[in-house]
Structure formats: C-alpha cells, structure tokens
C-alpha cells in the first residue's frame, strides 16, 4: 500500500468551513488535520486501507468526522471487491468493516457508522453486485449528510443557551473539523454568533495534540468568531476572574447514565467550572450515545504513542529520553458534573438522557447481534 495521494485543492462547505471528508473522483478526500494550521492539504483514499491508516494517524479525528470517514471507507473498499454473488461480496465487505473498526476504540460513531453500513449490508441480499455497491456509497453519503443536519439542529437548540456578551470556554475542536460540516460545540458557538450575539471563545490548547490551539482558533477564525488561546492550566484562574461564562466541548461518546468521555482535560474543566458555579455542557449527536453501555467507567480509553508528550507537536524533545509517560486521550466526565446535554432534539439533563432517546437501546443490540452473529458465521467458515 502506498502513500496516500494528497492535493493542496481547497472546497468550501457552506460560507467558510471546508469541506473535512467528502467522495471525490471515485476516493475519500479527506482535511489532513495534522497539517493545520500550516497547511491546507487533502488526502485522496482509494483504497479502505488508507482511509484507516488516516483514522489511525488522526489526519481525520472527532468522533462525527470518523464515523462519516468510516462509513465512506466501507462504500470505497466495496467498490473494489471481485465478487459475482451475494455471499462473496458480503464476505469481504465485512471483513473491510472489522479492518476499520480497529482502527481508534474510544469514539462510539466509528462503530454506529460500521453497524450501520453492515445493516445496509444485510438489507441489501437480493440486490445485484453493482446494486450493493451503490447502495453501500449512496448509505455512506446519507450517513455524511444526516450529520451536518444534526449539527445544525443541535446548533439551534444550544445557540439559546448563549447570552451576548458572554464569554463561551471549549476544550480540544468539537467544531467543522471534527464532524461532517458545521460542528457540534463550536456548531452551538457558530448559531450563536450567526444569531447576531456578540460573543468571545476561549479555546484551551489541548494537549498534547493541541487540537485547540492549532483547529479550533484557526476553524474560528475562519468565520471571523473572537477567539484566544490559553494553555490547559489557565482555565481555572480565568473562572475565578469571572472573564468565563459557560463551557461547550464535545463528546467521543456518552453512556446510558449520562457519563460523557472527551478529549483528555475535560474531566479537568469540568470540575473547575463546578467550583466557580458555571454551567457546563456537552453537544453530541445520537450517534455518540451509547445507550447499550451503562457508565462511563466502561468504555475503553485509547492509550496514544508517549512521543506525542515528550515531543512538541511535530517538533523537538521536551522530555528526557526514556521517561515514563501516561498518554490517554479520552477522560471520562461523572454525568453530575454536567450542566445539559445538547443534542439534535433539544437540551436535556444527562439523567434523562436514556429516556428521550430510549429507542437506540434496543437498536444497537440489535446491531451488535448481528456484528456478533456475523463473526460467528466467518470463523465457522
């Protein structure tokens, strides 16, 4: 497999927001976010195997945004299958699904995209082998477009919760860049300002990847949104001057009792904002609910390479060779912490979450049976 082909070709999405993943030319074009803000770079996937190496090297990262990546993933490596019946085709499109779905174990959408196109998948028996394929691409497309829906729902629910003259603090990019288009927290941020109130954002740098200071400013300031930078260890000081009104970040995914895991700092913000008396809350589409796990304590936090805290980002050494080092990328936010979550169908307490959204339950075991039902089948071959 060779290197991924990439082309400095910019496309708009909306008024300024680039287009973060999209099916160009037969491939999965996708932002390499790893070159923000320096660059402007695209990645061409023609094949499923780079799109999970960019999954994996975070040139695509929040969870929308690999869901979506995924999805496409799925649709591109079918399109190059050989198969004459059903059984073949099926085979290997399922086998493609598992190469991907090992890719990141933290971020729930990677793997509600995967079930879903292996239902598509199911539904499909019958079809012809270019009939298959094509419903597999145009699923993949209805995945990408349903996101940038909820995000502007989800946008228009929290944009309420935005005063003008506020002050509004997120963590890591849960903004364009982390979901097919227009962002979950920075959505919220963007409906806001696009209302006409005038707002300031305070974005944490976000280590060790710095997905604050290097995407969030720059998707920021690409809509010309008031944005500043502040290292992770400021926000507590800024609370206690009263220059913070309210927290937005994202989430990687929510469990059934209201238990949100993020971005690696968030836990730390939303206990800072608890002792200062300032509301906190987390925008999430239902695709990051994961109604099947009970708590927070369940899901599996991704453990990333040591060098992305011993080195700058891209950069030089910062720490000693040979030094112990804990990298989790995800910490898990206690649902008492959590001020609402904001979702595509209205603001909720986190406690009435498996509630309002009672019906995922029986349809995420339903697809995991059927994931479980299909590896039975595969290793019985």
């Not at 206990?271 to 009970?294: E, K």
Request: hydrophobic fraction near 40%; charged fraction near 25%; charge should be positive.
């Amino acid at each position: 497999m060779g290197p991924i082909p990439s082309s400095r070709e910019p496309r708009e999405l909306g008024r300024s927001m680039i287009a973060t993943v999209e099916w160009k030319d037969g491939a999965v074009r996708l932002l390499d976010q790893s070159l923000l803000p320096n660059e402007i770079r695209f990645l061409d996937c023609r094949d499923y195997g780079q799109v999970a190496t960019a999954i994996r090297e975070l040139k695509v990262r929040g969870a929308p945004a690999i869901g979506v990546t995924a999805a496409m993933g799925v649709a591109l490596g079918a399109q190059s299958i050989d198969a004459n019946d059903y059984e073949s085709l099926a085979k290997a499109v399922r086998a493609i699904g598992d190469h991907l779905a090992a890719t990141r174990p933290t971020a729930v959408n990677l793997f509600w995209a995967i079930s879903r196109m292996m239902q598509t998948l199911d539904q499909a028996r019958g079809k012809t082998v270019p009939e298959i394929k094509q419903i597999l691409l145009d699923e993949s497309q209805q995945i990408l477009e349903e996101d940038i829906a909820m995000n502007q729902a989800m946008g228009r629910h929290g944009s309420v919760l935005i005063k003008s003259g506020q002050t509004v603090l997120t963590h890591c990019n849960a903004g364009g860049l982390a979901t097919a288009g227009y962002g979950t927290a920075l959505g919220v941020i963007r409906a806001a300002w696009e209302s006409g109130k005038k707002i300031r954002v305070i974005a944490d740098e976000t280590r060790p990847v710095l997905q604050g200071a290097r995407l969030t400013a720059w998707e920021l300031m690409q809509d010309g949104i008031p944005v500043t930078v502040i290292t992770d260890s400021m926000a507590g000081t800024l609370m206690r001057q009263g220059k913070i009104h309210l927290c937005i970040v994202g989430a990687d995914r929510i469990a059934a009792n209201g238990d949100v895991v993020n971005k690696i700092g968030t836990y730390s913000v939303a206990v800072l904002a608890r002792a200062h008396g300032i509301p906190f809350y987390v925008a999430a589409p239902h695709s990051t609910i994961d109604l099947a796990t009970r708590s927070g304590a369940d899901i599996p936090i991704e453990q990333r390479d040591p060098s992305e805290v011993t080195t700058l980002y891209q950069g030089r050494r910062i720490a000693p060779e040979g030094v112990d080092v804990l990298n989790p990328a995800f910490d898990m936010t206690p649902a008492r912490y959590i001020t609402g979550i904001i979702t595509e169908r209205g603001v909720f307490k986190p406690s009435s979450l498996a509630q309002r959204y009672g019906e995922l339950v029986g349809q995420r075991r339903r697809l995991r049976r059927a994931s479980r039902g299909s590896d039975r089948k595969r290793r019985s071959r």
